[in-house]
Every structure is written in C-alpha cells, then in structure tokens.
C-alpha cells in the first residue's frame, strides 16, 4: 500500500509556470514507477509524464519539452515543473505510483490555465 498526496496546480496565465508536488508514503525503492495522469470531464484520463524505478522518464507528447518530471529519493517526492502552459493543459492532475502490478493514485488537484 502506498498513499500519495498532491500539492501546488491552481490557476495560470496561458504561457506561465507552475508546479506540482506528490509525497508517497513509503520508500521510492519499493516503487516500480511514479507520475503524473490528467483528466478532464468527459474524456479519459492521461498520460502526462511518469518515470520509472531506473530513473527512465517518459512524457506525452503534447507536453514533451515543456514538462519536466524529477524526484527527491530522501523525501519520497516526485515533481512535476510545468512551463509554457497552454489552455489545454487545463485539466485535474493526478499523481500515481505502481507496485509490480498494483497501482494507487492521489486524490488529484486542479490546474486550471486560463486569461
């Protein structure tokens, strides 16, 4: 089991900066994967970046060069610094983290990009 909290997302002008926070309960190492998902209404939710036990990351392309995911294994966060915000980024944010095959998400925060 590992629960996970989300800090930071709120409202943003169209090419700004914001960031993102998810503490895990439990150690990285135990953790086979960790990152961010998104959803707004009516669609399913997304891929936004993840990265994996190795260090390996992976990013949609939609917020490839924009977004960038990192970590801090001592406080069992990971990040996600997001600039060049577009109003289609708009969307609840989820942190998510894998075990093998058991997944578990936080309770998302809302970032909301508008003028």
């Known amino acids: 089991q590992v629960q996970l909290v989300e800090s930071g997302g709120g409202l943003v002008q169209p090419g700004g900066s914001l960031g993102l926070s998810c503490e895990a309960s439990r150690s990285f190492f135990s953790i086979t994967s960790m990152g961010w998902y998104r959803q707004v209404p009516g669609k399913q939710r997304e891929l936004v970046a993840i990265m994996s036990i190795s260090g390996s990351e992976m990013y949609a392309a939609s917020v490839k060069g924009r977004f960038t995911i990192s970590r801090d294994n001592a406080k069992n966060m990971v990040y996600l610094q997001m600039a060049g915000l577009r109003p289609e980024d708009t969307a609840v944010y989820y942190c998510?983290?894998?075990?093998?095959?058991?997944?578990?998400w936080g309770q998302g925060t809302q970032v909301t990009v508008s003028s």
């Open positions: 998510y983290a894998r075990i093998v095959v058991e997944e578990y």
